[in-house]
């Protein structure tokens, strides 16, 4: 229960008597958060953000907090994984030990905690030490809670009840070969559901938290994404949920004074989080930019923001200076870190060939029209099994390759997700059913199809024109093609190839193809793709 803090007051009013009011003393809860690391540990080549100096910051508002008499929770809204070769190649061995270093309460799973086999989340769960939560991940096969739902924090007579969410959308953005046997289900339902059950067993929480992996989108229009974070907010009943420390759509969430996205905001100036059904929602951008630091006041059953900041972790301006103060980097954390810094870092910078030109892997490049950087994709995967044509999903490609040496660290920033490369032998009429479906993913989606060694027109929703290296399709030939591990298994909404008569799956995995490709045929010349 809450402290109860009684005044006794005597009225020598004729006629009153002597009585007790009771007035609730309040409480105070700092919390500090971070989201969508993505493999962020060492800082950038400008010297911004990085573990070394996240630890600094944190450790000095904990300090600050302790002095207010505050409470203080660290908290993550997930997707530690995917994005920098270094921690790539060791499984975040490095970012999961630093959080555990730097103290963290508790983590939502993001879809990329399944970018790799499930054994690998289970070592990162070991390696963290603080509760990794989702509680709308649901085994088929028993409808049991596949990981932990949600941890109870106990700290200076608070306590906290903290659950985890993930999107939905993980079971066609993860690779189906790890989420096959589970089910993602929708969040209010589950948040609902165990939230009641927290409440049931433990009569005095004194706080709710959600930590999600599943994106805000103003005013609940979430378009072709999955439902996030204000949908959650709006559809539970108010009051049960204090707040959201969220992720997945990498953004400040910053509102201005007309309840709208604020604009406005940039690294060191006010923002505000938003507010939904009672409920304050929070992100904190991407890759430990800033640190999010909320500060509440809890009395009776009334939670309060009283003060927000967005603070950035050495942030620069357009000129190179330090935005706000600039931090230290943490001894102990750097420590911890340069070993796994070391780890290949020789082998990750060596050239391995040369590019005459810039290869476009941007986001409203890939997932909008056909890729000069594609088509040297899929050219690498047609030659590593022999296929006649090849196709992948734009959303696979993740990042350019600039003019001039390539590193294989360039090819696995392109590539950070270690699919196999597969092939399926299809008779021609067989063929033509699937490039149906698969040639009419929209633009702005990660299933935007590339391809090559293929051409073909959509007149009015249908397919017309197909030819296979220039040459009509025939019906009764049989043709090889090339695609990644990932789509085959149904990834992006593409349909399931894994176990049909022809697949053939094998060892070669992406990145591994494109190097060997480019070693190759290095220089690559643009024009020639």
Request: one cysteine or more.
């Amino acid at each position: 229960m809450r402290k109860i803090l009684t005044l006794s007051m005597a009225f020598a009013l004729s006629g009153c008597t002597s009585f007790n009011i009771q007035q609730e003393e309040a409480e105070y809860l700092t919390i500090l958060h971070t989201n969508d690391h993505h493999g962020r540990f060492w800082q950038n080549e400008k010297g911004e953000y990085g573990m070394s100096a996240r630890k600094t910051l944190v450790d000095r508002l904990r300090k600050e907090a302790k002095i207010k008499g505050h409470t203080v929770l660290l908290l993550s809204g997930g997707d530690i994984n995917t994005g920098v070769p270094e921690s790539d190649l060791q499984y975040a061995e490095p970012d999961f030990k630093g959080m555990r270093l730097l103290g963290y309460d508790a983590m939502a799973i993001g879809n990329h905690e399944f970018d790799n086999p499930l054994h690998i989340l289970d070592k990162q769960i070991e390696w963290a030490r603080f509760p990794i939560l989702s509680a709308n991940i649901i085994n088929k096969r028993d409808g049991s809670h596949a990981y932990k739902p949600y941890t109870i924090l106990e700290k200076n007579g608070l306590k906290i009840g903290v659950i985890g969410l993930t999107t939905i959308d993980t079971v066609k953005i993860a690779n189906p070969e790890y989420v096959g046997h589970l089910d993602f289900i929708k969040p209010s339902v589950a948040a609902n559901k165990v939230l009641t059950e927290i409440e049931e067993k433990y009569s005095d929480i004194d706080v709710t938290i959600a930590v999600t992996h599943m994106g805000h989108y103003h005013d609940a229009n979430f378009g072709i994404n999955a439902p996030g974070d204000v949908t959650l907010a709006r559809e539970l009943p108010k009051g049960m949920l204090d707040m959201v420390i969220g992720g997945h759509s990498q953004e400040p969430v910053c509102m201005n004074t007309l309840g709208q996205p604020d604009k406005d905001f940039s690294p060191g100036k006010v923002c505000k989080p938003d507010n939904q059904n009672g409920t304050w929602i929070m992100q904190a951008h991407e890759w430990g930019k800033y640190v999010g630091k909320a500060e509440f006041k809890i009395q009776g059953n009334n939670v309060s923001l009283q003060n927000y900041q967005l603070i950035p972790v050495n942030l620069k301006d357009s000129k190179g200076k330090i935005i706000g103060e600039y931090i230290p980097e943490d001894k102990k954390m750097l420590a911890l870190l340069k070993p796994f810094k070391k780890i290949g870092e020789g082998q990750l910078d060596l050239p391995i060939g040369y590019s005459d030109a810039y290869l476009d892997g941007k986001r409203d490049t890939v997932r909008f029209k056909q890729s000069p950087l594609a088509k040297l994709i899929i050219k690498a995967q047609k030659e590593a099994v022999d296929a006649d044509f090849g196709l992948i999903s734009g959303g696979g490609i993740r990042h350019s390759i600039e003019a001039g040496e390539i590193s294989y660290k360039d090819v696995l920033k392109v590539h950070p997700f270690k699919n196999r490369i597969t092939v399926m032998n299809w008779l021609g009429k067989d063929l033509l059913d699937y490039l149906q479906v698969v040639t009419s993913f929209p633009i702005d989606a990660g299933a935007y199809l590339q391809y090559e060694g293929l051409s073909f027109n959509r007149i009015n929703g249908k397919l017309d024109n197909v030819k296979i290296n220039g040459e009509p399709l025939e019906l009764t030939k049989t043709y090889r093609m090339s695609i990644n591990s990932y789509n085959a298994a149904g990834g992006d909404g593409y349909p399931i190839l894994v176990g049909m008569e022809g697949f053939v799956p094998s060892d070669k995995t992406d990145a591994e193809v494109l190097k060997a490709y480019i070693e190759k045929h290095s220089p690559i010349k643009i024009s020639e793709l």
